[in-house]
């Protein structure tokens, strides 16, 4: 068993089927039916509403949307397209890059060495992370200033908490007992501040799936414990927040006309039911009483799994190529005005 405490990714994660047959995370479960969108080039997307919009969102998940997965997870790194295209784009007025990751923070500043003024969520929604320029939220409307007081929202471990990560390492640890004795089984451990992630790649399917049956009963000893599953990982959490909560926070903070969600796994479904209910909420009724332009979202899934976004795209290449069309689109269309 080898115990990474550095980084390691939340795997991609696909449902295999519908996520409300996922048992473990009420949470993380679309109540809706996950739809099949017709994969589009990046250069297909209508990307005119982001263009023009006076105040856009731009969020994104990380691995396996802007840097493609590793079997090494700690060598992940953003394709230099997207490098390129996420640094024009925070140089733009009414222009907020987002970072939304499973990763904890730390790690994830160190791995995708983001513009300062990005704004971060990680450990799946429950650390926030608007650093210094939350008081330049108000660029994105007059309205936006507000939300924005708290700039970094690194919640704490209570007594609660503590105690269930500490049975989870003791749960995990115990699966050691259940091997046979000189198996050399090794699996690794990413230790996260809310949360331990459970590694099964490259392992033997049988012991994958021993491992991981023993992982998930980890909830029958405390309730609390919020399960997430993926391809390759099984993670057990003492944070309730999602990737949703974690978008809606941005969304609050920076009051953005029009916002686009990129993201390729389970989790990220969570911030794709949040942007579908924030847009259904407030598109008609910005139109109506502001005059403003029509509140715009995108939900875009990376790779090929079911999803609730409306759109596909294959690839983190295609993700640096969309992003760099609305990096070039959207300062053509500011410098025109
Ligand atoms: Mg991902």
């Excluded at 997430?228 to 903070?253: C, F, N, P, Q, S």
């Excluded at 332009?293 to 939900?299: F, G, Q, T, V």
Aim: glycine share 8%; hydrophobic share 40%; charged share 25%.
């Amino acid at each position: 068993m080898t115990s990474d405490s550095t980084s390691m990714p939340p795997a991609p994660t696909t449902p295999a089927t519908p996520a409300e047959d996922t048992p473990h995370d009420a949470r993380s479960t679309p109540t809706q039916p996950l739809l099949m969108p017709r994969a589009s080039d990046p250069t297909d997307i209508d990307i005119g509403g982001l263009s023009a919009a006076r105040s856009v969102l731009i969020a994104l998940d990380f691995d396996g949307v802007l840097a493609p997965l590793q079997d090494n997870p700690d060598t992940s790194q953003m394709l230099p397209g997207s490098t390129a295209a996420i640094a024009a784009l925070s140089a733009l007025p009414g222009t907020r890059v987002a970072l939304v990751s499973g990763r904890d923070i730390t790690t994830l500043r160190r791995l995708a060495d983001p513009p300062p003024n990005a704004w971060l969520v990680g450990s799946h929604g429950a650390e926030v992370d608007l650093g210094s320029h939350a008081d330049e939220a108000s660029d994105a409307g007059p309205e936006g200033s507000s939300a924005a007081a708290s700039a970094a929202d690194s919640p704490t471990l209570t007594a609660d908490e503590r105690g269930m990560l500490s049975a989870i390492d003791s749960h995990i640890d115990s699966f050691e007992h259940t091997l046979p004795a000189g198996s050399g089984a090794e699996f690794r451990i990413e230790k996260k501040p809310f949360s331990r992630t459970v590694h099964t790649r490259g392992l033997d399917s049988v012991l994958a799936d021993a491992l991981h049956e023993h992982v998930i009963a980890a909830q029958d000893e405390h309730a609390g414990i919020r399960v997430i599953e993926g391809h390759d990982i099984t993670e057990l959490a003492v944070k309730k927040a999602t990737k949703g909560d974690g978008l809606r926070e941005l969304i609050a903070a920076g009051s953005p006309d029009a916002v686009l969600y990129l993201g390729d796994d389970v989790t990220d479904e969570d911030a794709f039911a949040e942007l579908e209910a924030f847009s259904a909420q407030r598109t008609d009724a910005a139109a109506s009483e502001t005059g403003r332009p029509r509140n715009l979202s995108l939900r875009i899934k990376v790779g090929d799994a079911p999803t609730r976004a409306t759109q596909r795209i294959a690839d983190p290449e295609a993700v640096a190529e969309l992003l760099g069309r609305i990096a070039s689109d959207r300062a053509a269309q500011q410098s025109a005005n």
